[in-house]
């Protein structure tokens, strides 16, 4: 008979952002280990809270499978001699086998060992299987406490261990396991004991605790919501907030608090970022978007004189945005563009001088694109312009109080100077992508700035040697790399990743002796994020890796595998690819050089007027990929035509010469789409 079994770990309060990935590795590890053992079960849940990890397993087998298992041995002539009788490779094999060597098997022509393991019972596994799923546990931060060696997330408090009614004695950090669980903090007293782990939830609803965190979530929403539209409004929920909040909390109850109309003038984010991001508030907006005076925030508690809860949070709030307000009235005496002075002593990196400098080198990065785009002069002026202001609000009291409003002031900041609206939306785009998700630059000013800021901060601190490796990017240049793959796929741009990495290089002043190391290792920081964006596309892997080769034009090795792939889906190209693979794999030296006169046989000549009418053909298409698949496919027929009639290695030296130069040219025209070798038929 089959029991529920509940494995609680009582802690010290865990860090909010910890818990999602705590619980999945928590799962992840039981079914494995579980599986492993051949004890089944029919399902594994993990529920969190900001004081325990759980572990719920319904219906865990009493005990392990039985197994039975055919080994393999030593072959009959080895295992026997002449007269029949077992040898002593024959009598060592049973004995590993734990069986005796009358009961080996013969097939085959060699002996096998059928070993039959009875399943232990499963409440003799756990006192070992539940500590060390405890252990295996890894976190971004571990504690010491007392003059323990062993580690976790936050001191151990207490251990529920429990297999239906029956307790998993072990021990761990000097806690023993038992039945005894505590509730909340201040709603509940002492310990209580559960009595069946199958009433775990039940158990821990009366200690004011909603254990299971996707059920606290949905409260926590519907009492949001319930209360923005009590008050005539709609609560602004994102989903990074709510998931803190849900593990900040393990009896939540709403309520909704009050701030002065006079903060209503200051820019919408310098009130909504004190409150969301400092003080986990959600904000409030009417049906036409515009904030209101009000703020919503969940306690950890009952309703009990929640009033004086709400007054409390109200007079935080309101020092917060009073500081805001004195920090905004402070940055107003001067305009945006009087703080690039002080940007002169704000150093970018070590021995690559000011962020003054930086945002001189934007401006000049963002004519080079514009000119490269060919973008219209007023749009370029407004470009040039964000790409100087840029980096402005930097140096602001408001920003050096809230960074997370870095660009969104200095848009604020550029709009209350009268700068154009297009200079100061490009100032706050560019810096979107700012987190994984995140809109990219909607219009072209933002794209450009946005391109030559991130362009710029990969190659000046590549030049450094300071490359991610691992898991360290302390300067995000992931997620930068990936803004600019993002951005240029977005915006169609067609442009030179070599000659934008060149231009930027010789912005940096960067020596001409390391920049084609350098180049490179950018472009291949890159093509592994470009890489990424195509297999999230839902892009075949073997497509992938065939137009990777040559990454130059970001924008259309995006095209060439989203026309590939579907071509793939949806027609048989498959004597196409194999001609080209075969052209490919003949053609491997560097012969480009073609002389018509020396074709003689009707095959080659016909070959090569399909070469030069596809290659004229492709010229005109543009970035239309399918429509070139489709020309390059013709060439097919031609290809076979010539390998069947024409003998490439001709003893003339000047006809086969003549001949390999012909595939050269050909493979080189097919390899501008794709490496076909790579395709998978």
């Known amino acids: 008979m089959s029991k529920d079994l509940l494995l609680e770990i009582g802690t010290e309060e865990i860090p909010a952002h910890f818990m999602p990935a705590i619980l999945k590795q928590l799962k992840e590890k039981a079914e494995a280990k579980f599986s492993e053992l051949h004890i089944d079960f029919a399902e594994v849940k993990t529920y969190g809270t900001p004081r325990r990890i759980a572990l719920f397993i319904k219906e865990l087998a009493k005990k392990q499978a039985d197994i039975s298992t055919e080994h393999k041995g030593p072959s009959i002539k080895i295992a ?14 049973a004995r590993g086998k734990n069986i005796a060597v009358d009961q080996l098997t013969v097939k085959d022509g060699y002996v096998y060992a059928a070993v039959h393991e009875q399943g232990q019972r499963t409440v003799e596994l756990l006192p070992s299987i539940l500590p060390q799923l405890i252990e295996d546990l890894s976190f971004p931060k571990n504690m010491r406490w007392g003059n323990l060696d062993f580690r976790f997330v936050r001191p151990i408090r207490w251990i529920v261990a429990l297999l ?61 919501n319930a209360l923005a539209a009590k008050n005539n409004g709609h609560a602004q929920i994102t989903e990074d907030l ?26 919408k984010e310098a009130v909504i970022t004190p409150m969301r991001e400092h003080q986990r508030y959600f904000p409030v907006i009417d049906d036409a978007g515009n ?41 107003r005496k001067k305009k945006l563009v009087d703080y690039l ?68 002031m200095g848009r604020e900041y550029a709009l209350l100077d009268g700068e154009d609206e297009s200079v ?20 072209v000013p933002g794209q450009l700035v946005s391109l030559a800021d991130k362009m710029d901060t990969i190659t000046a601190t590549f030049s450094r040697g300071l490359i991610p490796t691992g898991s360290q990017d302390p300067f995000a240049l992931r997620r930068q790399a990936l803004g600019i793959v993002n951005t240029l796929i977005s915006a169609k741009m067609n442009i030179s990743l070599n000659a934008f990495i060149e231009k930027t290089m010789e912005l940096l002043s960067i020596s001409a002796d390391k920049q084609n190391a350098l180049a490179a290792s950018i472009i291949e920081f890159i093509k592994l994020r470009l890489k990424n964006v195509l297999t999230e596309a839902a892009i075949r892997y073997d497509i992938v890796d065939s137009v990777l080769g040559d990454i130059d034009n970001v924008y259309a090795v995006y095209e060439k595998a ?31 050089t073609i002389d018509k006169t020396l074709f003689s046989v009707p095959e080659e000549k016909a070959l090569y007027q399909s070469y030069l009418d596809v290659k004229n053909e492709l010229q005109a298409l543009g970035n239309d990929y399918n429509t ?5 496919a013709t060439l097919s027929t031609p290809i076979d035509n010539f390998f069947n009639k024409v003998m490439v290695m001709d003893k003339d030296e000047k006809i086969k010469n003549n001949r390999l130069a012909l595939l050269k040219n050909i493979d080189k025209l097919i390899k501008t789409i794709a490496d076909f070798n790579k395709i998978v038929l």
Do not use: W
């Open 424 to 443: 100061a939306k490009a100032i706050d785009e560019h810096y979107m992508p700012r987190f994984a998700g995140d809109k990219l630059p909607s219009t």
């Open 291 to 331: 904030l209101l005076p009000l703020f919503i925030t969940i306690r950890n508690g009952g309703d009990k004189a929640l009033s004086t809860v709400q007054h409390g949070n109200e007079r935080v709030l309101r020092a917060r945005l009073a500081d805001a307000q004195f920090f905004f009235d402070e940055d």
């Open 242 to 267: 709510l998931e803190e909040v849900t593990y900040l909390v393990e009896y939540p109850t709403a309520l909704c608090g009050k701030f002065e109309e006079k903060y209503l003038k200051l820019p």
């Open 164 to 224: 239906g009614d029956e307790i998993i004695p072990f021990t761990i950090a000097n806690v023993h396991s038992g039945n005894k669980t505590r509730g909340h903090r201040f709603l509940s007293d002492g310990t209580h004991v559960i009595e069946n782990a199958s009433d775990y939830k039940k158990a821990m609803k009366k200690l004011f605790i909603v254990v299971d965190q996707n059920k606290r979530r949905d409260m926590i929403k519907e009492q949001i």
């Open 628 to 632: 070139i698949i489709d020309k390059l």
């Open 341 to 408: 002075e002080k940007l002169k002593t704000v150093v970018f990196q070590e021995g690559l001088g000011s962020v003054y400098d930086k945002a001189l080198r934007l401006q000049k990065l963002t004519e080079y694109l514009a000119a490269v785009c060919e973008i219209a002069p007023s749009v370029e002026r407004s470009a040039k312009r964000a790409a100087l202001l840029a980096k402005a609000d930097l140096v602001t009291a408001m920003v050096c109080e809230f960074t997370e409003l870095q660009g969104i």
């Open 80 to 93: 026997f001699d002449a007269d029949n009788k077992p040898t002593k490779a024959a009598i060592g094999f």
């Open 562 to 592: 989203l026309a590939l792939n579907n071509k793939l889906k949806t027609e048989d190209l498959t004597g196409a690819i194999q001609s080209f693979v075969r052209v490919g794999n003949i053609a491997k030296q560097n012969l480009f």
